[in-house]
């Protein structure tokens, strides 16, 4: 079996679409029998992130003209590369297809992370909603199989295309191998002094932007001693948090930390007290699975695909409800124990993720459509 992936995201998106594409290809190579992977790269990367393998090949733009128009070779003039590879299927890995796909006969998969562009566009401007909503109902109508990354996702694409719910299959993302090891204590030191850490602290990963709510724990934090460690590119919307932060007198208690190698986050989630992911919407929420392998306890959000996610022993808040969280929050800095027992039936929960379930759903829908 061969497989075409849209890799553009795979080579030069250093976060969530990214990182998804990476651990596919890593778990792909390493967990199924698959003969190649043919990565579609608009332009070459300057840095090296991808899993190594024999298997792999990179494909770019072959022209003068579609190297300078990457973007747009992508979208109108990929199929033409993907003819003359003839892989088995072609994987859009972002939610969408490559126009003129479905007449070649190469059979497509789209995977469909989120309709947070249609189910909550107060975060998007009007060109972008329009852009993905046509991407979206393009690549669901004209592909052969649709994987969504949870069942919230599925019921929004059953509700916002006239797709069967018979094309669809949900399969769970899982998180890199770096939050499932154990680290030392003297790694751990290091990294705590390195970025001058707490002893006890709340720890919020993501984006800095409205709808991953991170004002929301502020707000629990004040009038309280509990520090609160923010990691993330910083949006628009942390200005708000920052005058939050100086109204309220709450320097001391939180600490702005962005680009952070891979390895040191995964030292911060374990020596991190609680987890915290007040999020609005999200198509799935791996840093909740990657705080679930650092045994570390999670507070996160009712509701949308946050169960899923969290399961049935993290602590759910109503949304906007910062006493909710306070109380949730002091509940478990108090309780050592209760924290404890969370943190182990969550990575027993978090086993659901592992690479082989992963690798074996994902390859049961590649050898379904062929």
Same mark, same amino acid.
């Given at each position: 079996?061969?497989?075409?992936?849209?890799?553009?995201?795979?080579?030069?998106?250093?976060? *969530?679409? *990214?990182?998804?594409?990476?651990?596919? /290809?890593?778990?792909?190579?390493?967990?199924?029998?698959?003969?190649?992977?043919?990565?579609?790269?608009?332009?070459?990367?300057?840095?090296?992130? =991808? #899993?190594?393998?024999?298997?792999?090949?990179? /494909?770019? +733009?072959?022209?003068?003209?579609?190297?300078?128009?990457?973007?747009?070779?992508?979208?109108?003039?990929?199929?033409?590369?993907?003819?003359?590879?003839?892989?088995?299927?072609?994987?859009?890995?972002?939610?969408?297809?490559?126009? *003129?796909?479905?007449?070649?006969?190469?059979?497509?998969?789209?995977?469909?992370?989120?309709?947070?562009?249609?189910?909550?566009?107060?975060?998007?401007?009007?060109?972008?909603?329009?852009?993905?909503?046509?991407?979206?109902?393009?690549?669901?109508?004209?592909?052969?199989?649709?994987?969504?990354?949870?069942?919230?996702?599925?019921?929004?694409?059953?509700?916002?295309?006239?797709?069967?719910?018979?094309?669809?299959? =949900? =399969?769970?993302? *899982?998180?890199? %191998? /770096?939050?499932?090891?154990?680290?030392?204590? %003297?790694?751990?030191?290091?990294?705590? /002094?390195? $970025?001058?850490? +707490?002893?006890?602290?709340?720890?919020?990963?993501?984006?800095?932007?409205?709808?991953?709510?991170?004002?929301?724990?502020?707000?629990?934090?004040?009038?309280?001693?509990?520090?609160?460690?923010?990691?993330?590119?910083?949006?628009?919307? @942390?200005?708000?948090?920052?005058?939050?932060?100086?109204?309220?007198?709450?320097?001391?208690?939180?600490?702005?930390?962005? !680009?952070?190698?891979?390895?040191?986050?995964?030292?911060? $989630?374990?020596?991190?007290?609680? #987890?915290?992911?007040?999020?609005?919407?999200?198509?799935?929420?791996? +840093?909740?699975?990657?705080?679930?392998?650092?045994?570390?306890?999670?507070?996160?959000?009712?509701?949308?695909?946050?169960?899923?996610?969290?399961?049935?022993?993290?602590?759910?808040?109503? +949304?906007?409800?910062?006493?909710?969280?306070?109380?949730?929050?002091?509940?478990?800095?108090?309780?050592?124990?209760?924290?404890?027992?969370? @943190?182990?039936?969550?990575?027993?929960? @978090?086993?659901? #993720? !592992?690479?082989?379930?992963?690798?074996?759903?994902? $390859?049961?829908?590649?050898?379904?459509?062929?």
């Amino acid at each position: 079996m061969i497989v075409g992936f849209d890799a553009k995201r795979i080579f030069h998106n250093n976060t *969530g679409l *990214g990182n998804y594409g990476r651990d596919l /290809v890593r778990i792909i190579c390493q967990h199924t029998n698959i003969n190649k992977l043919i990565l579609y790269n608009t332009k070459p990367s300057n840095k090296d992130r =991808v #899993f190594k393998s024999p298997i792999i090949s990179v /494909v770019y +733009p072959n022209s003068w003209l579609w190297k300078k128009f990457s973007s747009i070779w992508r979208v109108f003039a990929l199929k033409n590369s993907i003819i003359n590879d003839n892989p088995n299927i072609y994987h859009g890995i972002t939610g969408e297809i490559p126009l *003129g796909l479905n007449k070649t006969g190469v059979k497509s998969i789209v995977t469909i992370h989120d309709l947070i562009f249609i189910t909550h566009p107060q975060y998007y401007s009007t060109i972008n909603k329009f852009i993905y909503t046509l991407k979206f109902k393009y690549a669901v109508k004209n592909s052969t199989k649709i994987v969504a990354i949870s069942e919230q996702t599925k019921k929004d694409i059953i509700k916002y295309s006239n797709v069967s719910s018979d094309k669809i299959t =949900v =399969v769970y993302q *899982g998180c890199n %191998s /770096v939050f499932k090891k154990e680290y030392s204590t %003297s790694e751990k030191e290091k990294v705590k /002094v390195k $970025y001058n850490l +707490p002893n006890q602290f709340i720890l919020n990963v993501g984006t800095i932007q409205e709808r991953k709510n991170a004002l929301l724990i502020v707000k629990a934090i004040n009038g309280t001693k509990n520090k609160l460690v923010l990691i993330g590119n910083e949006e628009a919307h @942390a200005k708000k948090i920052r005058e939050f932060i100086t109204e309220h007198n709450l320097e001391d208690q939180v600490y702005f930390l962005k !680009n952070v190698e891979l390895k040191e986050l995964a030292i911060i $989630y374990q020596l991190a007290t609680v #987890f915290c992911y007040p999020s609005l919407c999200e198509g799935f929420g791996i +840093p909740i699975i990657e705080a679930l392998y650092s045994k570390t306890p999670v507070i996160t959000t009712m509701g949308n695909c946050f169960p899923e996610a969290g399961g049935p022993n993290s602590f759910y808040i109503k +949304p906007n409800d910062d006493k909710d969280l306070k109380l949730k929050i002091n509940t478990l800095f108090s309780n050592p124990e209760i924290r404890q027992n969370i @943190a182990k039936k969550g990575l027993d929960y @978090a086993q659901n #993720f !592992n690479d082989d379930v992963t690798a074996s759903n994902m $390859y049961s829908v590649y050898k379904s459509i062929l």
